[in-house]
């Protein structure tokens, strides 16, 4: 009889423990959800207060010489980043203005140099890459302290960024594609990088939302997101294999 109830005791306790460790795994589950509604919020405030994405009118594409193809990659903006100047010894400095302003000239030197190239080749079709990596995130505890502003205002920013960008670059093209990789580390959510839904547990993975409903209006443009650490498609009938690269050791 004695040994009965010792192993009912000991069944109970066992219980009691199993209950414990699930309120406070339901406790641990109602505190992300409220962080995840949060951060819902405070995305959709950060996009209500972006302009609007101008939409260039196209210019026309003459059709002389042999016909190649453009690629542009894009990458490493770590939007939200601030570099102060007094601390890089007057060499560079970075915000969002900054990045801005390289972006829209970016995107009027590579029409440049397209128009240089055209008076050789027809160039109707531009091939986009994204690596990455669009936002600083708050990966690192200093980011945290020094980013311009949180995490979703950064999200929103880089979103218009980015669709603004392809926007520019496809007035030179008949056909822009575009393809994002979402797997990197600095828009990673959690704490050590993962193999396992990388690019679906991202930051990235709005950035690239938003750009996409920004460039739905953009017929000449096409968007594909990959889920992959590794994506391997063509362009012009060479296969081409591409990730972030944060794997690759030095």
Not at 46 to 64: D, G
Request: glycine letters at 8%.
């Amino acid at each position: 009889t004695d040994l009965g109830i010792g192993d009912d005791l000991q069944r109970l306790r066992a219980a009691m423990a199993r209950i414990r460790s699930l309120e406070r795994h339901q406790a641990e589950l109602k505190q992300a959800r409220g962080e995840a509604l949060l951060f819902n919020d405070e995305l959709l405030a950060a996009l209500s207060r972006l302009p609007p994405v101008p939409m260039p009118r196209p210019i026309k594409v003459p059709r002389v010489g042999s016909e190649v193809a453009a690629v542009l990659m894009l990458g490493d903006w770590h939007i939200g980043e601030v570099i102060n100047v007094d601390e890089m010894e007057g060499f560079n400095a970075f915000n969002l203005d900054i990045a801005t302003r390289r972006l829209n000239r970016l995107a009027e030197k590579f029409l440049e140099w397209i128009a240089i190239q055209r008076r050789g080749y027809r160039i109707t079709r531009c091939y986009v890459v994204g690596l990455g990596d669009f936002i600083n995130g708050d990966i690192h505890p200093e980011y945290t302290a020094t980013n311009e502003f949180p995490v979703p205002v950064a999200v929103s920013h880089a979103g218009r960024l980015l669709a603004e960008c392809i926007s520019r670059v496809a007035t030179g093209f008949e056909t822009v594609l575009v393809d994002l990789i979402g797997a990197d580390n600095h828009g990673r959510l959690s704490l050590k990088p993962q193999s396992k839904e990388a690019a679906a547990n991202n930051f990235n993975y709005l950035v690239y939302e938003i750009a996409k409903g920004i460039l739905a209006r953009q017929s000449r443009v096409q968007v594909r997101c990959h889920l992959p650490l590794r994506v391997q498609f063509e362009i012009e009938g060479r296969s081409v294999l591409i990730e972030h690269g944060h794997g690759t050791k030095a």
